[in-house]
């Protein structure tokens, strides 16, 4: 009984990589599918993306692989299948609700396990698609109480991926360091980009033509970590403010539920400050 | 015989104002063929542009409005026809290129008087279509004797409008006042934008996936003044910082060519830092 | 105490129009918001939307702009208010559930009454969010009867349009006749188009680059009716049949939504068989 | 001395052929700088692309190839080099005018060996940037000796891409077979597609919202070759049918500048009839 898998490589550069890493794979009769590789020639780094198909003995695929690949090889190598998520919401609904739906319908290959909103308000909307909702207050000086409450919740999740799907507040560094290119956020930005309060008030004062939105695995940097997705949508002077804030999030849906795709199905790969992408 | 002429009113907002300068028009039974109008809630302003038919004695016309109009109105009537332009340059070719071709077969409603370069890079190009090239070096030190010498051509010229065809000098606050609204400007930028030095080697690092470009007028605020036009491309890892390079001088050609576009047909308010457009 | 109004004109063309129309209002003290207008020079039309606040008496107004237009003007003048909507539906999830999440959190200005399906597959989604739900099969031979039990669901609910989101079913001349202009269809369509069975099977076949929607009236001719919106995705060679239908629908739900946003704020003139559009 | 070289393999799909192909790179000491695969599970056929760089014998780097193929394969091994063009046009400025700016100031790959035009407008252009021009009218009936002509113009120049920029006439099949996936077409093209003679009017009366381009390798069945690039731009009612074809010329040149790139690195494959890119 055959079966899908992702295998990942990223190591050192060095002449005769694929050749050694496909000859892995040969010699366990396993047929690839797609595969993508980059060399980021700067850092010299070499990144591999396998989909092969399929009867697998992965440990023992581990064991070979690193024989024959340079010391500093990261390898991941798992079946095709659903992770598991948490989706973090304040009080939007318009990313939440594009994802629920889509994973209730079976457009999304994940699994929502539970939603944290540090208000309420999305409770109900959680509700209608039966997935359990945790609201966890952040108030001035309590971070650090609520973002342990928030740990004691993922542990009982064990989710692969989370996901800010419009939270307002800010994680810290000591837990984002434990999900390390593992959280999604997505966030508002525009041509050029406007830091600070009102962003689109800001837009629309200086009359953008153009609304964007990034999505990005989140480091300690606030708003900087590597770009998964972007894209944008046009808008002119008969934008009112509020036509701004809709049009951006209806970019932000899209461009969210496009970088969750990607990682669901393991297409990215972080090099320093950048992603690369076999889509 | 009838011609095409385009009125331009911008003036503190008043109930019936449109009632009112449609009204001279239909007494000098003048056949409006577009009509744009926009009320800046926020500033309490109202901005309209009429493109009429007819055969029209412009001093009456501008008379009558006058009395009928707020104080403070700004008034602007011209008949449909092509503008005076200068094209500044440094070095690359992408956008003088695109508009001399444009310029030559009839695609640019203008007249482009004459190209000023401050490096000679471009004269040969210049020169392919005929038009005068002026090469006015500018160097550390000398850029008031550089710019007094490029007021002395545009003395020459009188052109209506200077577009800055990747034009890498600044021009002075002083010399900029005195083209208020007349200096086009094509700059690359990003979601995020990046200031500085190597802009494309900066986006490179960052791992953007979208590079745009930004067509304005040039105030004292460098890169700041009000936003014409803007538009993006996509790009992703694989991309070499030469071939980000690349894709933006692709989407600053079009988003120069849309913004000159719109300023030829007087289609361009600005109001505060932004503009107001009626395409 | 003011409300917002829009005034909707279409009549055959003349010299001063505007003046009139805005005398009228500007006689009953109104405040233009925002204006539209448009000459479509070819069938010598021209067409308005005028946005005012104030207090108004509607039949008065009505009355005297029919004084002074020309016998064949078309007005309609109502309060900006939520329109009422009834959606249809076959099978597919992806457009219903973004107009159901829309409307729960109030980004659509309207009210939707019911969905109606030629499938039971939606009726837990449409439950979800408290809609009523009415299952009217159309087997072979039955339209005629399906399409009385649709009109007696509609002459209860009494919707000002009717949306097909994805419904796979064709509705009889007579039917649509009745809801001319009324009936908003979301269709698939790329470049170039493939009419018949598996669209998305032909487009692979073809590898084409880029797949799109486009929101539609429907009028007699199945697909051919005013365009309303229209937009695309990039898609290449690695998306499967299945991908591309996935990219199509993340399109199609996107487009919908602007076109219904468009009717529901009453931005659409339909002359001929093209949509002007005042947004 | 390293050069850079393009491998292009396409053969029936067997596990292990890209660890075969990279053995035998690795074999000669070569370094993978980029590589692209795709295996078309439909046809069961693969396709790799792979950039290389060092000092190949491209002879007995075939040779072992050869061996460990399936015998069905179709390889392609080239130095990464300037490749030779003849451009077709009839009267249209745009994309030529772009392709020879491009070419002039280095931003093509190629090398223009000679325009040829059914007609002699553009005679002029090709000349400012001193290239030569061949005037072969195409009459009522001589598309036979008018051919001969061209093909004997060919014969001089020996160009490797026949470039259709714009060019009005239809070329025989027998033409055509000749220059098998080395013609490529740049086709103004809709959402929906419009037949026949005025494609921008035919757009304008139904009221587009997209107006789309198609580049595409021309095969015997007129505008249905496989497609290489697309893309689009919005339009409105606004629009007279001149600003359509305006618009349609921007998105023309940017599309068959595109495509030409991708052909001219050897990033295309042709599978039946859609292409596979390696970009």
Redesign the interface.
Known sequence: MNSMYILKVECSDD??L??RI??V??HY???????G???D?EKKKFFMRTQFSGNADSKKILNDLRKILPKDAILNLDKDRKKSLVIFVTKE??CL??LL?RH??G?LNADIRAVIGNHDDLAD?AK??KIPFYCVPYKNGSQKKSEAKVVSILERYRPEYLVLAKFMRILSNSFVSQYKNRIINIHH?????FAGKSPYKQA???????I?A?AHFVTSHLDEG???????T?V???HSVADMA?AG??VEK?VL?KALGLALEDRIFVS??????F?
């Open positions: 002449k005769g694929i050749h496909t000859g794979l040969y009769d396993l047929n690839i599918v797609q595969n590789e980059f060399v020639s609904t318009h609700g594009d739906v209730e319908y457009e909307l209608k698609f930005s525009f041509l050029p980009a629309s004062d200086r009359g953008v033509k153009i964007g990034t590597p770009i998964i997705a972007q894209d944008i046009s002119d002077h008969s809709q999030r209806d899209v539920a320093g400050n950048k992603t690369i992408l889509d």
